[in-house]
């Protein structure tokens, strides 16, 4: 396990895999989060429960570390902690199975409970994260790793929660530094909502690559 100090100051933590012990806390978090919005327990059950979740972050954070950014070479370079795509961060829905294949970058995304903006539906700002994050994506493993500096997001029906959903995403153009690129998720083949974004090329931004990953 290496780690690659970046323009900024901070750290990344290179880690050859995603770590499965993380991976299933992370997992477990998740259901929590949906049982802690869906309960309709006593209270003292709610009690009970609340003194169990406090004994596990006790345990959780009997050894920390200060690095959050951690990157896997594996599947492209997936950032594990990351907010949308990370497996173990259980804010982050996640976005998985990220796949670049003839210029085009996909993924799929569930939305939680947690997610609900308008009832029954996926909050907009996070309609609009997932797109920003297929589009950061896209555009990294097109040109190079990038920042997004505007994003237009268009929503055309509702994005509805608990449903399998795919996001696509395509560089359109290039101007020196700007790129210009396009993204979507789809509900059963039909669009829910649209984005433009113009991203910035900016170095000291770890590398990553649709298959041969090199963050060295
Ligand atoms: C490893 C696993 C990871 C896995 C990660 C996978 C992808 C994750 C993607 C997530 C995406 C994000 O959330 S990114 C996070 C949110 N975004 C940010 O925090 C960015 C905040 N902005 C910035 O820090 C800065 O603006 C920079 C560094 C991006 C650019 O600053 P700069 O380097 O000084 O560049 P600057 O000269 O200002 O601008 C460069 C060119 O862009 C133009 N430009 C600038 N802003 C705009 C704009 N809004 N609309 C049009 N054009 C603009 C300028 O006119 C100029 O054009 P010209 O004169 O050259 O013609």
């Known amino acids: 396990m290496s780690v690659s100090p970046q323009s900024d100051g901070r ?4 880690v050859p895999n995603v770590p499965v012990g993380t991976k299933l806390v992370a997992d477990r978090v998740r259901d929590v989060i949906d049982a802690c919005i869906h309960t309709d327990s006593p209270a003292a059950d709610l009690e ?4 169990l979740i406090e004994q596990a972050t006790q345990l959780l954070r ?3 570390r200060d690095t959050s950014l951690q990157v896997t070479r594996s599947n492209g370079g997936i950032s594990i902690n990351n907010a949308i795509e990370g497996p173990c961060n259980p804010v982050a829905p996640p976005l998985t199975d990220l796949a670049y294949v003839d210029g085009e970058t996909s993924g799929c995304v569930t939305f939680p409970t947690a997610a609900e903006g308008p ?3 996926a909050h907009g700002g996070l309609v609009a994260a997932v797109l920003d994050h297929a589009l950061g994506r896209a555009v990294a493993w097109t040109v190079a790793a990038a ?3 505007s994003i237009t997001v268009d ?3 509702a994005t509805p929660l608990h449903q399998p959903l795919c996001v696509t995403a395509r560089v ?3 101007d020196g ?8 998720i789809r509900y059963d083949g039909q669009i829910t909502a649209v984005a433009k974004a113009i991203m910035i090329v900016v170095a000291g931004l770890p590398s990553i690559a649709p298959t041969a990953v090199s963050l060295d």
């Open 155 to 157: 929503y055309r029906a």
């Open 147 to 149: 920042m997004t500096v």
């Open 177 to 184: 530094r700007k790129v210009f690129a396009e993204a979507e």
């Open 11 to 14: 750290e990344i933590r290179l």
């Open 62 to 64: 009997k050894r920390s």
């Open 172 to 174: 359109v153009s290039v």
């Open 48 to 51: 009970a429960a609340a003194q």
């Open 119 to 121: 009832p029954g539906r």
